[in-house]
């Protein structure tokens, strides 16, 4: 089974606002992080790093540092296994494990900043940071290209001369660093802005920004002398993390164990594997369990950013506000090796609205800096940094109101997108209205203030999902779960779905994470999809409880399987049945579990497929001081249809934080790189993440449209809200100075800049 | 591009599309989500496809 359908029915616990069981250790400290894992023995690794943007490594000699007293391994490219092109599905893309393995080790040259070139496994962290430096490579230094639109040039160094557009007819003879190209296509463009009186055309360009989680990556390993092998670490998918390991490795997924450690945050960017199978090697060679902690700067010059991108919109439309040809181009930079989420950017770019004649191209290039990796609906508020802007321009050229805009060409059940689908129940038009009708959204505004509305759209995700709901002796409820808890409250949601199901007390149901040997195999908890498919697994592992819970007592009653029910947490007579007998709650039949067949448990294995896409209108606004362009946000409101909330305040959590991390990809962040391609502000106190200080109180109101294709109706609800706040904050900012900005971040200087040219005139 | 298949769920699909189009056949198993009437499915070969059914294909999503 990989769906069940919309149950509408009363509900005692789903719904409300329990405190959730896990949080305790979350404020007092004794949760357990990839940090805080350590084993005796234990050796300390750490990684040369490339100094170069692009240079061939012509060798490196490891012997002097093989000598310091202190270093008990080294390993390089020679020890892991080349890789041939062999894709799979891994986060937010696909991955092609010759350059996963790549990426992981250099091996023909450096291709960024913090390329990893070897590792060291030493006593302690000062002895492996001292062999480092003696470590010596000769480099071929080559020119590098890290602008999108610059490496799409012809002439543009290449970072891979093995490397031809994929996408193109006929099939390129020349390598290029544009990796792939997409194209969706609906009805006639040309004939859709012949029908048009009046027409917007804009370039928006946008910077990699960080998904700030503030726990760096941390791993421990141990490999046993069998080949068996323990890994701890910090990730948002223990079984990926399993199959990359042992893909690159080339072991059998069986002899590796791996155990997820407490995360402090992921936001997409710890699906993927860096310095895990490094500390397996390490371990292997040195018969010790090996620890590798990343610093702040190995976190932003080595693992995944989002993308940058260069966005090119026209729109047309008539004088009544009916949008009649929309057109985008999306080119995004994937880092250095192919793979940015310029596909689902180009899917979702205008799908909120109901169009007849769309055209979008995306272009996924190859730079010379950090492989990007997912981050909150990867691709999509780039996309809508330029749609929704020019759907403002656009209303603002129509004197219509934004939402109304919005509203007479927004997309509705049964709305045919222009990558295929129709799409089926949605709340985009619900979620319009409730934020025209939020006070906020008439509120007065200020000199210098400026309102800015903007909406954003996520597909969702399910996939495999596998849990274990166990029957405690006394009736308490175990529930193993194969999604981890890498956002605010989804075991609180999962454990409050068992307990509904079961009609039992929430405090009776606790729930854990396991290692990859307890349960079969999850995909990563990302995607929006921990609650949704989680949630529709557990819904199934309940009711086969259900299922031996009846039988069982069907046994010890002595009545039919058919007069039993199961209501309000117990086995009871069935409306209707001639047989009667004595109800008997969890804890009693439990009690007897032993003596009456055994423990009693469901579980379920399940590809969870019907998520049900997401929609978020946000309102915000701004006010510029105009003597320094600085941006400061006075009121912000989330809106979001999220199919149903399980547990309100979480969902409530989960709309502040994208909009808090939208917030500051607007307004401040940026990836600094100098002329030689090195990142110039790796460390959060020049990469401007916002603080509490920064921003007001986040207002959200929560839209409930049931996902039919869900019993509880859910639909995922965490990428949605990052969507739409990079819009709207650069249209409030328009409204306020009467300048549009088209290039993030909205940074005071650029602000400022904006100004002084307009004042010019 | 549209065509018509006889087919009964979503791995004979991708068998009939990459037997009539090869260069689309080593992307179909690992990079594409399939839509059938309207119900999007992902990693779902044995997917029953019905008569006078509309089937899409377009690239998977995940997400972060």
New interface residues.
């Given amino acids: 089974m990989?769906s069940l359908k919309y149950e509408d029915r009363a509900l005692k616990i789903v719904g409300t606002r329990p405190l959730r069981p896990d949080g305790v250790d979350r404020v007092t400290g004794r949760a357990r992080y990839g940090a805080d894992y350590n084993l005796p023995g234990q050796l300390i690794g750490k990684v040369l790093r490339s100094p170069h943007a692009h240079a061939r490594i012509k060798s490196i000699d490891t012997s002097l540092a093989a000598a310091l007293p202190g270093v008990k391994a080294i390993v390089t490219r020679d020890d892991f296994a080349d890789m041939p092109d062999d894709?799979?599905?891994?986060?937010?893309?696909?991955i092609n494990y010759r350059d996963v393995t790549r990426n992981m080790m250099a091996r023909e040259k450096v291709l960024y900043d913090g390329h990893p070139l070897a590792a060291v496994a030493a006593v302690s962290d000062a002895i492996a940071c001292q062999a480092l430096k003696l470590i010596r490579v000769d480099y071929e230094i080559l020119p590098h290209v890290i602008d999108v639109v610059a490496a799409m040039r012809p002439d543009a160094p290449l970072l891979n001369e093995e490397l031809y557009t994929e996408g193109v007819k006929p099939r390129p003879t020349r390598p290029s660093n544009i990796a792939k190209r997409?194209a969706f296509v609906r009805g006639d463009v040309d004939a859709g802005f012949a029908q048009a009186e009046v027409i917007v055309e804009r370039e928006f360009n946008t910077k990699p920004v960080h998904?700030g989680y503030i726990e760096p990556q941390a791993c421990l390993a141990s490999y046993a002398e069998d080949g068996q092998v323990e890994l701890w670490t910090s990730t948002q998918g223990h079984f990926v993390i399993r199959s990359q390991c042992a893909k690159v490795l080339q072991m059998d997924v069986s002899k590796l164990r791996v155990t997820p450690t407490e995360i402090g945050g992921g936001?997409?960017?710890k699906?993927n594997i860096y310095n895990e199978p490094l500390a397996i090697i390490l371990s292997k060679k040195t018969h010790r369990p090996v620890k590798m902690v990343m610093t702040r700067e190995e976190v932003f010059r080595a693992t995944g950013p989002?993308s940058g991108g260069n966005v090119k919109v026209k729109l047309g439309a008539t004088r009544d506000g009916r949008i009649t040809a929309a057109v985008a181009e999306l080119n995004f930079q994937a880092g250095a090796f192919p793979g940015s989420p310029v596909?689902?950017a180009s899917?979702c770019a205008f799908t909120r609205y109901d169009l007849e004649n769309v055209a979008v191209v995306g272009n996924d290039v190859v730079v010379n800096r950090p492989k990007v990796?997912?981050?909150?609906?990867?691709g999509a508020p780039i996309a809508a940094f330029g749609v929704e802007s020019a759907i403002d321009e656009m209303a603002k050229k129509l004197g219509m109101d934004p939402i109304e805009l919005r509203l007479m060409n927004a997309a509705k059940e049964g709305t045919q997108t222009y990558?295929?689908?129709?799409?089926?129940k949605i709340g985009y038009v619900e979620t319009l209205q409730a934020a025209r009708a939020h006070p906020h959204y008439s509120a007065p505004l200020g000199p210098n203030q400026g309102r800015g509305v903007a909406t954003g759209f996520?597909?969702?995700?399910?996939?495999?999902t596998t849990c274990a709901l166990n029957v405690n002796e006394d009736g308490t409820v175990a529930l193993l779960l194969g999604t981890l808890e890498v956002s605010g409250g989804s075991y609180a949601s999962l454990a409050m779905i068992v307990a509904e199901e079961l009609g039992i007390a929430l405090e009776r149901v606790r729930p854990h994470s396991g290692d990859t040997s307890s349960l079969g195999y999850n995909f990563?908890t990302?995607?929006?999809?921990s609650v949704f498919a989680s949630g529709m697994a557990c819904v199934v592992a309940a009711r086969a409880a259900i299922d031996e819970l009846r039988n069982r007592v069907a046994k010890i009653r002595e009545v039919p399987l058919e007069a039993v029910q199961w209501k309000d947490g117990q086995a009871q007579p069935a409306a209707g049945s001639a047989q009667q007998f004595a109800a008997m709650t969890l804890a009693e039949i439990a009690a007897l579990a032993s003596k009456t067949g055994g423990p009693i448990a469901g579980h379920a294995e399940i590809?969870a497929?019907?998520?049900g896409p997401g929609f978020g209108a946000h309102i915000v606004d701004v006010e510029v001081d105009r003597e320094t362009g600085a941006v400061k946000v006075l009121r912000y409101t989330a809106v979001q249809d999220v199919g149903r909330a399980i547990h309100p305040a979480y969902v409530e959590g989960q709309m502040q934080g994208g909009a808090a991390q939208g917030i500051g990809w607007a307004l401040n962040e940026e990836y600094v790189y100098g002329a030689d391609g090195i990142l110039q502000n790796p460390g959060f106190l020049d990469y401007r993440m916002p603080v509490a200080s920064d921003l007001p109180r986040i207002d959200t109101v929560i839209v409930e449209v049931p996902n039919p294709?869900h019993p509880y109706g859910v639909r995922?609800c965490g990428?949605v809200p990052i969507i739409a706040p990079m819009a709207a904050i650069a249209n409030a900012v328009s409204a306020a100075i009467g300048v549009r900005l088209c290039e993030q971040p909205l940074s005071p200087p650029r602000v400022l800049q904006a100004i002084v040219a307009a004042a010019k005139g | 591009m549209g065509c018509e298949l006889a087919v009964a769920n979503v791995r004979q699909l991708f068998q009939g599309l990459g037997e009539r189009y090869p260069e689309l056949a080593a992307h179909l198993d690992?990079?594409v989500a399939v839509?059938i009437d309207?119900?999007?499915?992902?990693?779902?070969l044995l997917?029953a496809i019905l008569n006078d059914s509309e089937v899409?294909?377009?690239?998977?999503?995940?997400?972060?």
């Avoid at chain 1, 894709?87 to 696909?94: D, K, L, N, S, T």
């Avoid at chain 2, 899409?56 to 972060?64: N, Q, S, V, Y």
């Fill in positions: 990989s894709f799979a599905a891994a986060g937010e893309m696909m997409f998904q936001f997409g960017g699906n989002t596909g689902s899917m990796a997912a981050y909150r609906a990867p990558y295929g689908p129709k799409l089926g996520w597909f969702n995700v399910g996939g495999e990563v990302a995607g929006s999809r590809n497929q019907g998520a294709r995922g990428e | 690992t990079e839509a309207g119900e999007i499915y992902q990693d779902a997917q899409f294909l377009f690239p998977k999503i995940a997400g972060g």
